[in-house]
Each structure stands twice: as C-alpha cells, then as structure tokens.
C-alpha cells in the first residue's frame, strides 16, 4: 500500500497550506471535497475529450436523455461537460473561482449531488478571499490520483485516513473501524458461504446501516474477488453523516458500482431501504450515542407496529441506540426460504454495553432475550483493546444467522481473542494494537473448529437466560404510645395535610380550622394513652387504638389512622408477622430482595437450596417473576490468580526497608 501512504502524506501536506484562514479541524471542509474532485478528474481525463466532441452535438437534447450516453463515452456512471480541469484551471488566476464553480456544474447530476453534501461552494470564496484558492487547486493538480496508479481500494484508505485525520478529537462514538478490524469481520461473516461464493456470475447483496465512507462494503468486495473474480457483491448503505455520504457515493460511482444505492440519512428514524432484505449485513454502529431526540417516531413505530415493524422486542434506554441498529439489522435479514435457503449472515461490532446492561423486562434485556430464544446469534468474539482511532474501550463482534448449521442449533460460541493482537510501531490517536493477518487467520479457524480449547467457550442459548424472583418477609412491628413516638405521628403527612385546604376564602379557612381541631384531638387521646406497654401484634393494638377514638367520637379516615400507625410502630424481629387479610401475611418492603435463578434450574428447589436455610419465614413473590437475559462475556474467561501470601508480603516489605536505609546512609554520609 505505498501508493496509500504516500498520496496521504502529500494530501496532508497540502491541508497545511490553509494554516491561518482555517482552523485544523476544518481542514477536511476544503480537502475532502478536493480529493474527491481530483480522483473524478484523474478518473474522466482518458476520455474527456470525446465526450466534450459528442456534447456539442447533443446540447439540445433533455438531459436526462443525454446522460447514458455521455457515460457510454466516458466509460464511468458518470461525466463531465465543462472544458476546464485541474490543469487548465490554473491558466486563468484572476477567474479560478468562478472556473472552478463551471467544472464542478459541469458533472453529470449523481456527481453534482455528491458535491453539494460537501457545502464546498462556500470553500470556494473563502479561500478566494484569502488568497488560497489557487495555490490549493495548483498542489491538487500535482498529485496523482489515476486509476492506473491508486487503485480503487487504495483510493478507499485514503478517504478514510484523511476522514480519521480530521476527525481525531471526535466523540468515542464517532469512530472509523480499522481495514483489519473489517476484514476479520467479512471472513466470519463469509465462512460458511465458500461454495455459494465461488459460483459463476452469482451476485448476492451486502448491507450497512451505518456505513461510514463504505469501506466495509469495499473490503467485502476485495475478499469475494479474492475467491471468485467472476462472483460480484451489490452494496447497499445508509449513512447519517454528509460529508462520509458523500465520499462513500463517490467511491461507488467511481467503482462503476449503482450510486443510487448509497442513500443519506438516520436509520432509525428515517429507513431509506423499508421493506427490503439482504442476503448479508454488515455495520459498525456508533456506540453509547444518545437517541432521545429521535426517540418518538422509534417509540411510535415499537409500540404501533410491534413485530411487524424494526422493533418489536423492545427499546433500550435513550443514552445507548447500540440494540436498535441491531433489530434494525435483523429486520433485514432474508427469511429461510425453498427459494433462498442461505437466509442471511450478518457481523455487527458493539462495545461491552449490549452484552448484560439492563435488568430483566428491560428493553436491552428483552432483545436479548428475543436474538437468543429465536435462535439468531451464532457467535460473538470479543476484540483486543486499542483498537480503534478515537477509543480504547472493549468491543465484540456477534455474528447472526437465520439459518445455523445443524451442529450450532441452540448454541451460542464465545471467542475470547483479546490478545490476538500486535504493538504498533507507531500510534494513531487511540490506536495501539493491531490485528495481523496471520491472528485473523486464527481466529477464524478456532471458530470454524467450534471446539471448546483456552479462548472458546460454547453454551446453549437458555445458559444466559434467568429468571429474577422477588424474595418477600413478613413485615413485624411492635407498637407502643410515648411522647417520642407522638412526636414521629405529627411528622406524617398525612397528618399534617388535615390542617391544609385546597378550597379558597371562607370555606377554605374553615375547612382548615376543622383540621386543626381535628389534629389536637387525635394528640389528646394519644397522650391520654401514654403507657409502658408495648404491643407485639398489630391487630390487638389496632382494636384498643379504634376503640379509643370511638370513646370520644372521632371518626378518622384511613389515610390519618395509617399515619398514625407508622408513627407509633417499630421494626421489631420477636414481634408477631402484621396480616394484610385473615390469610394473606404483609410483606415487609424494606427487607425485599431478588434472586437471579438460571434458567435451566427449578425455581422452588433453588429456593428451597439457597434462601430458606438463612431467611425460613421468606416466600417467593410470582406475580414479580421476570425472565432476563445476560451474556457475561468476561466472567466466562476469568483465570482466579491467587493472592500472594502474607508472609511474602512481608519479607518484601523488609526487603524495601532494607534497601531504604542503605540509600539514607549514603545520602547522610
């Protein structure tokens, strides 16, 4: 890859002329777009003049009618009209501006398009006014960009390497995914596929919801070439971001691929592909983005459509949308068919989030729950660290099917591959580690083995699921009447809320008179019962509290006699269990707790094994039983490493002191 790293370097160099005028991370604003200019224009040079010869004949005709055929002569799916390029552009200084501005309109419309993402008309008089106009175009048109010389993959690296450059600052979420990171994810997501790969003439499809400057769908391309040169994979993409749209686009126009199939947008929100299936799929969505402000039509769509829409099984907090594009995938997937027996493959990267956030009944757990119990996760391989430009924080790559292998039904296969990886000579932001060719290699071929050795670990679906039970114990009080127990009922709300009105004027004012007579009588007839006593069952002092208000008359309602219930109480172990009803016993909230019981284990013996021998009056609470999924990734691979023993400690610790005095003595002489 010289070519790449050279033409980067130069690029590079020429962002550096804008030093001043612009700040360096606004340098891509002016040389994404260039790039771009200048790859067309190395692309169109071979036959720009024929077909300059056969618009002059055709001026008059529609344009769209004259479209095809000037791309006929251009030999692309695109051309240019205009008589300028990057060469003779430089013959008229005092007019580059406006020169610049005929070239660009001079492309045919899928070329205009991609230009107009980039704002770059703006560019333009910016670096006019400033004098840099010129000497920018004059360096562009220095550099090399043929097909014959960058091919269409290097040319690929390029746009992402300058993309990665200036965006290095960018959020941990905005990340680009490194060629082998892709690579390794295009062989698991082709492994099983070599024999329908190497057919003649077999086109399938490829699908990213998120896909960045294509590159995934490039590398997918180059692999499949690699096994069948005649076999040829159709790239479909969204993308959010204009400016990686826009180069994206332009890579597929230059391949000679349809430009009509990369489409602008958010997925979520706004699917450019409804309706439509592919045979694979492939993404690297960003993670732990915040979707709250697209949150109601993704909301709409869950609760008004459920299964017949993306996201049936639920939604996952607003801070993360990392499961959303995962149903959105699945939403893709070819079903299994007598017509399409293959279903679909799809490799999809996320970071540690996915895999056991959420609790059981969540919206994370419930997609889960729905990828495991219907079968669609294959696999997932957890990834070195650092191996990303902008973050170095863990991630995994789950492959899913719809179609398993009979041997990998109702399994799923963890990889652990953290140390598959190398130093970097030299950092790239966050970048440090890299994985080789060889430790792809590897990977893929412990994961096609489907053997469990030191980093494979394979387990049936229902191991990650469990299901939480909520634990309940009666709730005892004792009760007695003293002066520092009146003093916790007048604290009550509820007691105080007597002496408050939300009527107005005089009945308002009344109503709150009416209360406070209320209130000093209630505190007469406790104070009037203040004793030593104290009650261990509730229904016994229930009866004498009542009786004792019936005595002077007072008719209290219930949300009062709570108040004064929970003011006069007291937690109390030897004090008789409070009934709800004659046989229903009140549970003591504040000495609940749940139990994560595996799925495959009974819950009652469970129970009966872990709870009753250190709670015997608890009792499961069914009504609040939940099934929850979880995939602990890391617990699975966790090597205990014995603490070292006290005596070692120690003898170092004697060792230091040792050492500590030798150097005081030779500092003091």
């Known amino acids: ?366 997609i889960r729950r729905y990828v495991l119990e219907n079968d669609l996760v294959e696999g997932i391989v957890a990834l070195p660290n650092d191996l990303f430009y902008n973050t170095g924080i863990s991630t995994y790559i789950w492959i899913l099917t719809n179609n398993k292998a009979d041997y990998r039904k109702g399994k799923v296969q963890l990889i652990n591959a953290v140390d598959f990886s190398k130093k970097m000579k030299k950092s790239l932001g966050s970048k440090r580690n890299e994985i080789t060719q060889e430790q792809i290699d590897e990977i893929v071929r412990i994961y096609g083995n489907f053997k469990e050795e030191e980093y494979v670990k394979i387990f049936d679906n229902e191991d990650f699921g469990y299901q939480k039970i909520t634990v309940e114990r009666p709730l005892r009080l004792n009760f007695l009447v003293s002066e520092e127990r009146i003093a916790q009922v007048i604290e009550q709300r509820a007691f105080q809320n007597l002496a408050t009105s939300r009527k107005k004027g005089e009945s308002g004012i009344a109503e709150i008179e009416a209360g406070k007579e209320l209130q000093e009588t209630i505190l007469k007839v406790l104070r009037n019962h203040i004793s030593d006593i104290v009650y261990k069952n509730r229904e016994d002092f229930e009866k004498k509290l009542k009786a004792a208000f019936k005595e002077v008359g007072v008719v209290i309602g219930a949300p009062v006699l709570k108040a004064i219930f929970a003011g006069l109480s007291e937690k109390d172990e030897t004090a008789d269990v409070c009934m709800k009803k004659k046989d229903e016993i009140e549970a003591d909230a504040d000495l609940r707790d749940t139990e994560n019981v595996p799925l495959k284990e009974n819950i009652e013996e469970y129970f009966e094994r872990e709870v009753l021998p250190h709670v015997p009056d608890a009792w499961i609470d069914h009504s609040r039983t939940r099934v929850g999924y979880e995939i602990p990734f890391t617990r699975q691979f966790y090597k205990y490493t014995p603490l070292r023993s006290s005596a070692e400690i120690f003898a170092d610790i004697k060792e230091l002191e040792l050492g500590i005095l030798e150097q005081l003595k030779k500092v003091l002489g």
């Open 1 to 366: 890859m010289i070519n790449f790293q050279d033409k980067v370097s130069f690029i590079w160099s020429i962002a550096e002329v804008l030093r001043g005028p612009y700040k360096p991370e606004d340098y891509g604003k002016v040389i994404l777009p260039l790039a771009v200019l200048r790859r067309f224009d190395c692309v169109l040079e071979e036959t720009k003049d024929d077909v300059l010869a056969k618009y002059a004949d055709l001026k008059s005709i529609n344009e769209d009618a004259r479209e095809p055929i000037l791309n006929r002569i251009a030999k692309q799916n695109f051309h240019n009209t205009s008589n300028y390029n990057f060469n003779n552009l430089l013959s008229d200084a005092d007019n580059i501006a406006d020169n610049l501005r005929d070239y660009m309109n001079g492309f045919s419309k899928t070329a205009r398009d991609i230009m107009e993402y980039f704002e770059f008309d703006k560019q333009i008089d910016k670096m006019n006014d400033n004098d840099l106009l010129y000497l920018t175009i004059k360096r562009f048109s220095e550099l090399d960009l043929h097909p014959e010389v960058v091919s269409n993959i290097e040319m690929g690296y390029i746009f992402e390497e300058l993309i990665r450059r200036f965006s290095e600052h960018a959020e941990a979420g905005d990340h680009y995914t490194p060629r082998e990171v892709v690579r390794l994810m295009v062989s698991l997501l082709f492994m099983r596929d070599d024999d329908i790969l190497t057919k003649y003439g077999l086109t399938q499809t490829l699908y990213d919801c998120a896909a960045g400057t294509g590159g995934m769908g490039s590398v997918a391309q180059e692999y499949l070439h690699e096994f069948n040169p005649n076999a040829d994979i159709e790239f479909f993409a969204q993308e959010i971001n204009g400016e990686s749209y826009a180069i994206c686009k332009a890579d597929m126009l230059i391949k000679g691929a349809d430009a009509r199939n990369i489409r602008l947008g958010n997925t979520l929100s706004n699917d450019q592909f409804k309706g439509e299936k592919f045979d694979y799929l492939i993404s690297n969505p960003p993670y732990g983005v915040d979707w709250k402000s697209y949150e109601k039509p993704v909301k709409a769509e869950h609760e008004e459509q459920g299964y017949n829409g993306r996201f049936g099984p639920g939604t996952p907090r607003t801070s993360d949308g990392q499961l959303l594009f995962l149903l959105h995938l699945i939403s893709k997937m070819k079903p299994v068919t007598a017509e399409n027996p293959q279903g679909s493959r799809m490799t999809i990267i996320m970071n540690g989030s996915p895999l056991f956030t959420g609790d059981a009944g969540s919206g994370e757990s419930e």
